[in-house]
């Protein structure tokens, strides 16, 4: 009777763990965390970022981050954080 409970526990418990890893797995592949959606970061946007954050505009420079890439806010923020000026 042990060996029987102890098995059928088992049995569910795996079933649990590959259902989560299943829904894991299709989650993270529709929408990859931190993924360029809109088309990446072009000369252009890199341009009109760097002019914006030049003028003191920060929190416009990630909004257009945002809107032109998908990333979210914090993604966006990161990358116009790194992005300088290109030295001659």
Known sequence: MTN???VILLAVLATVVVIGLIVLAV?????PRNSLIGGGLGP???EQVLELKATGEFDQAVILVRGETGLSHRAASR??????????
Not at 27 to 31: D, G, I, K, S, V
Not at 79 to 88: A, N
């Open 27 to 31: 989650r993270l592949t529709q929408r």
């Open 4 to 6: 029987t409970v102890t």
């Open 44 to 46: 252009a946007l890199i």
């Open 79 to 88: 990358v116009v954080r790194k992005l300088h000026t290109p030295t001659p």
